[in-house]
């Protein structure tokens, strides 16, 4: 019949429009003035319209959200408190699309050779595109893609290319904003720890304790609530200036280029910034 979609249509509309009040009555004050009853809002329960006060409310994202990458730090096992997962291996560096990644090999203090972890970590997250591929590829499970979008600033310069402290979070972060994801890596890789940790635990003879949801979260580790927030305030809060003076590095380079050539040379992290910055200005 002419019409008869227009009629289902408007409909469609004129029910959504009814039920925003029905679900208003229906949870009350609890529906809007609790954090907590967003679930029931976004949840199938929820059958009207409704608009999101942001700032003051925020949807939750899904596990698989992707923004720019962050670094995962060690936060589980006392003898390894805070150490990077990063090796330097590089390869992130090599699959990123755009090559927003800058990565500086660490060197021992005494013999000055190279060792597997990195003196500074940069990401241009002007350019980088939230693809992933840098996450994918590590093979260490030391980058992960965040879910924080909030990071905008008045400086689209120097701002926004994260340094290595910036960039780091813990593992219980990780856990905490992707534990499906989390658990399954950890499953691949034989145990909660790091690839070489396990490596090594396996050299010696020693079995890893099967990664489950149940141990995802080691009695030694602080609260949850605590290892997750703070560290990530402080990290967000650091500006990019306010970084620690670096010591002494044979070599600064992008990516895989970075093999060290014994050449004793001074890292410079504000001369590498800047360098950033002009080859951002030139693109
Ligand atoms: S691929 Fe992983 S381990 Fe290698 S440099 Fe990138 S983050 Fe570090
Ligand atoms: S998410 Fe993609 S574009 Fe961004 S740093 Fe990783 S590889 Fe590069």
């Given at each position: 019949m002419f019409g008869q979609g227009i009629a289902k249509g408007l409909w469609v509309t004129f029910r959504h429009f009814f039920n925003t009040y029905v679900d208003d009555i229906r949870y009350a004050g609890r529906k809007y003035l609790r954090q907590d009853n967003f679930s029931v809002r976004q949840g199938l329960q929820t059958q009207g319209a409704y608009t999101v006060q942001y700032p003051d409310e925020k949807l939750a994202v899904p596990e698989r959200f992707r923004f720019v990458p962050f670094l995962v730090t060690e936060d589980q096992d006392p003898a390894r408190?805070?150490?990077?997962?990063?090796?330097?291996?590089g390869i992130c560096a090599k699959v990123c699309p755009p090559q927003c990644i800058w990565i500086v090999r660490g060197s021992d203090p005494v013999t000055k050779r190279p060792v597997p972890q990195p003196e500074a970590f940069f990401i241009d997250i002007d350019i980088?595109?939230?693809?992933g591929f840098c996450a994918e590829f590590c093979p260490f499970d030391a980058i992960k893609m965040d879910?924080?979008?909030?990071?905008?600033?008045?400086?689209?310069?120097?701002?926004?290319?994260?340094d290595k402290e910036h960039l780091s979070k813990p593992l219980s972060y990780w856990k905490n904003i992707a534990p499906t994801t989390a658990l399954e890596e950890a499953i691949d890789r034989g145990g909660w720890e790091h690839t070489d940790v396990l490596k090594t635990m396996k050299k010696a003879g020693q079995t890893a304790t099967p990664p489950t949801k149940e141990n995802m979260?080691?009695?030694?580790?602080?609260v949850l609530t605590e290892a997750v927030a703070e560290p990530v305030a402080e990290a967000v809060a650091?500006?990019?200036?306010a970084a620690p003076a670096k010591v002494e590095h044979p070599k600064a380079t992008q990516g895989t280029e970075?093999?060290?050539?014994?050449e004793k040379k001074k890292f410079d992290k504000q001369a590498m910034l800047e360098k950033i910055r002009q080859r951002k200005t030139d693109k």
């Open positions: 408190m805070g150490e990077d997962w990063c090796t330097s291996c980088c595109m939230n693809c879910h924080d979008y909030e990071l905008a600033s008045y400086d689209r310069t120097m701002h926004h290319i994260h979260y080691p009695q030694h580790a602080p650091a500006p990019v200036e970075a093999k060290p050539t014994g």
